[in-house]
């Protein structure tokens, strides 16, 4: 709760922000050891930013490894994990008339899903993880609960099983709702979560995938989604995984690339930059770092 709040003050007071991150839970356990900071990679803003070989879970450098943050869209990895898991993903499930009304209260991003339109859990994936829709996120939520607060539990209780126990889950979306910092993960919890979601083989075609089409059919209408990863297509060897933004959370990206043999698995939470568009800078500059390193 201590840090939580003191992310709350960071929010607040713009000016001593960067001070604030930097004296909240820099410290990784003892069984985690890392490159200290000034051996790491230069000129990242993230306030808290973590990477590690994804075949090995070696960490190779982090900053505020433990301390709990606003995870934005992130927070739809597990959302996926979830319905994955959980499997029958060629069953039809027909959008909610309330998904436009929600996406729309809550000012979400959108797959553009009709209500009454019947798709498969599995093209629901890639509305989900491609545009970031919080409509394909309601629906999926209140498919697999069954009911939305039901799926939010079981979201908790993966949370838990995964080793992420400084990890909650007010939602399935990420949006800042009961409050901006309700919903919040770490970048060691978050890593834990990328490694499990990035181990299923749908979830990592998904995710690699920088456009979807879906040509209009029996019962639905023709939707064509773009990934929102910055890496996917710029940044060689990238394959994946998600962005997020919100206001107290910031610029977010869990990332993973693969280069010269070597895999490794990144995350950034409240790097600089607005929701006009996804930096993609920082992860950039931690994967070059990395993979300078390894090689």
Request: hydrophobic share 45%; charged share 15%; with cysteine.
């Amino acid at each position: 709760m201590r840090a939580r709040l003191s992310i709350r003050v960071c929010g607040l007071l713009a000016g001593t922000a960067l001070a604030a991150s930097a004296a909240l839970g820099t410290a990784a356990p003892a069984a985690r050891a890392t490159v200290s900071s000034s051996a790491g990679p230069s000129g990242v803003g993230a306030w808290s930013a973590a990477v590690e070989n994804a075949v090995t879970g070696k960490l190779l450098w982090s900053r505020g490894l433990n301390t709990e943050r606003p995870m934005a869209s992130i927070t739809k990895v597990m959302t996926a994990y979830l319905v994955i898991k959980a499997g029958h993903l060629d069953r039809k499930i027909t959008i909610p008339a309330a998904v436009t009304g929600y996406a729309r209260a809550h000012n979400a991003s959108s797959a553009g899903l009709r209500p009454g339109d019947r798709l498969t859990a599995r093209q629901l994936l890639y509305a989900l993880l491609l545009p970031s829709g919080a409509d394909a996120a309601y629906t999926l939520a209140k498919a697999y609960g069954p009911g939305l607060s039901r799926f939010v539990t079981r979201m908790n209780a993966t949370a838990r099983l995964l080793g992420m126990r400084r990890t909650h889950f007010s939602n399935f979306d990420g949006l800042p709702y009961p409050t901006s910092y309700s919903n919040y993960s770490t970048a060691a919890n978050l890593l834990a979560l990328g490694r499990a979601a990035m181990r299923l083989p749908v979830f990592r075609s998904v995710v690699a995938k920088r456009s979807y089409r879906l040509a209009a059919g029996s019962g639905h209408h023709a939707y064509r989604w773009k990934n929102l990863n910055p890496l996917l297509g710029r940044y060689p060897g990238a394959i994946g995984i998600k962005p997020g933004y919100t206001g107290a959370a910031g610029q977010c990206l869990l990332f993973e690339a693969t280069r010269h043999g070597h895999t490794v698995i990144g995350v950034t939470l409240h790097s600089p930059g607005s929701i006009s568009s996804v930096n993609p800078a920082d992860a950039t500059r931690i994967l070059n770092w990395a993979f300078s390193h390894l090689s």
